[in-house]
């Protein structure tokens, strides 16, 4: 066997071990497996820092969860999205009313216990302490993006516009007043507006809410995908390497860890797991069990009509959707829907918030029309049922590294995670206390 190490930027030592047969394998210093805005991002933190870096997927980086998404950067992230409180809404859901959320019938009793432990952490006190805990990495949320955007020759995707939450009513406005309350203390700037100053900074909306909060720090980008790719292609030109391989094949080989690829095997004696919702395909064999699970969301774009346009993306949040302009249109993102993840799209959401949609913007026609009439994006939000991500070493298995549970917030979060991630792995100081986002806090 031929063993081969590639070469990290700063032109580490190739060296070839020979054996018996030809097979070349290659080793590196480290595996990242996934090439999501996550793992892109944590291959090029790590490849900055002079390591041997391979980036290993199946598909292209950014193709799935990291291409469909509403394309906000929320540094603003207070408190993250709860189990409903109120039985109007609860029972809406459960009466498959409510645009807000969707279910499989079937697979409720599979996701049962993820969320009767979900709907634990959305107790007050439970909220408060995740936005205590997130808050360094919101924090550093934009400005890390805008670090490597300005590397990448990507910035022409950024927009520093913020993003606006429309409410329709008094009641859902109010239910916002301790996240206001808590922004002012921490001086995360937003701006309250009445419906016409709303439609001042948006005048395509329609006069259908009575309130608007404008996050003014937020950032958006217009096209997700090429972002990631961006940050993909950056890590290539500083010497990492982009292999397809399959991350399922990942197993130990002697002290190193191995994964099969279409150039060959790849080993490496370290390796971070960056799978998005795919996680638990290479964890679960490994014996790994966190409590993890997918919330689906699709996407449609929709031609605006005549001149309408957006600036921002704008949240109307009655009815739990995100019209996001992109590239490619109005991007119309849903709420969760719990399902499996592999079942297929049942995009009844859209169908019951179109009409509200429609009420609130001059929507056009459809933009994807394929004669296979599939016209709606699925995708799986990757979330722990505290709704904070992993970043730090596998529990009970050495050189092992996992990036992953980035829920609502994987663009937001790539970049920061990328370099939290590659300051413990490197034994650098890392810029915020990795505690919570520590693995074992499952494990006691
Ligand atoms: C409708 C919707 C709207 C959203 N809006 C926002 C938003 O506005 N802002 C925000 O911050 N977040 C948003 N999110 C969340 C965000 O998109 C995700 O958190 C993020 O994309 C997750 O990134 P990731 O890199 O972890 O996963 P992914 O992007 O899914 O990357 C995982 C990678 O692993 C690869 N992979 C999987 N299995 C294998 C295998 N066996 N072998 C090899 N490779 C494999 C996949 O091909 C993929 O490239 C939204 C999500 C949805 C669904």
Request: include cysteine; proline fraction near 7%; charged fraction near 20%.
């Amino acid at each position: 066997m031929r063993e081969q190490h590639l070469p990290g930027h700063r032109g580490l030592a190739t060296f070839a071990l020979l054996a018996a047969t030809e097979v070349l394998v290659a080793r590196t210093d480290i595996i990242v497996l996934g090439a999501g805005i996550v793992g892109s991002s944590v291959a090029l933190h790590l490849v900055k820092r002079g390591l041997s870096v391979a980036l290993v997927d199946r598909g292209g980086a950014g193709e799935a969860t990291s291409y469909g998404n509403a394309g906000i950067i929320e540094g603003n992230t207070i408190f993250p999205p709860a189990f409903p409180s109120d039985w109007t809404t609860l029972l809406a859901i459960a009466l498959k009313r409510s645009s807000l959320a969707n279910y499989h019938l079937t697979f409720l009793p599979k996701i049962a216990p993820w969320l009767a432990a979900f709907r634990a952490y959305s107790q007050p006190e439970k909220l408060l302490e995740t936005s205590q805990v997130m808050r360094p990495l919101f924090a550093r949320a934009v400005a890390e993006h805008e670090t490597l955007a300005a590397e990448a020759a990507a910035e022409k995707y950024f927009r520093r516009t913020g993003w606006l939450k429309l409410y329709r009513t008094d009641r859902t406005f109010a239910g916002t007043a301790r996240e206001r309350e808590l922004a002012k203390e921490l001086g995360i700037n937003n701006a309250v507006l009445d419906g016409d100053g709303a439609r001042m900074l948006e005048p395509s909306l329609a006069p259908v809410f009575r309130h608007a909060v404008h996050w003014t720090g937020a950032v958006s980008v217009s096209n997700p995908l090429a972002v990631t790719r961006a940050y993909a292609a950056r890590f290539a030109a500083l010497g990492g390497l982009s292999f397809v391989g399959d991350a399922g094949s990942l197993h130990r080989n002697g002290a190193r860890w191995r994964v099969e690829t279409a150039s060959g095997p790849l080993d490496a004696g370290e390796v971070v797991v960056a799978l998005g919702p795919w996680l638990r395909d290479v964890l679960d064999p490994l014996g790994i069990k966190l409590p993890f699970a997918v919330k689906r969301g699709y996407h449609r774009h929709f031609q605006p009509r005549g001149n309408a346009a957006l600036a921002r993306p704008v949240l109307d949040a009655d009815n739990g959707y995100v019209l996001a302009p992109m590239e490619q249109g109005i991007r119309l993102t849903t709420g969760v829907e719990f399902a499996p993840r592999d079942a297929p799209p049942t995009p009844v959401q859209l169908k019951r918030l179109l009409p509200a949609a429609h009420e609130l913007f001059p929507l056009g026609e459809p933009v994807e029309q394929q004669a296979s009439g599939a016209t709606t994006w699925l995708g799986a939000r990757p979330c722990f049922v505290d709704s904070r991500p992993v970043i730090g070493r596998a529990p009970g298995q050495a050189g092992l590294w996992l990036a992953c549970g980035h829920a609502h917030w994987g663009l937001t979060l790539g970049p920061a995670t990328g370099r939290l991630l590659a300051e413990l792995i490197t034994g650098a100081t890392p810029f915020c206390d990795p505690q919570p986002f520590a693995a074992d806090r499952f494990l006691t």
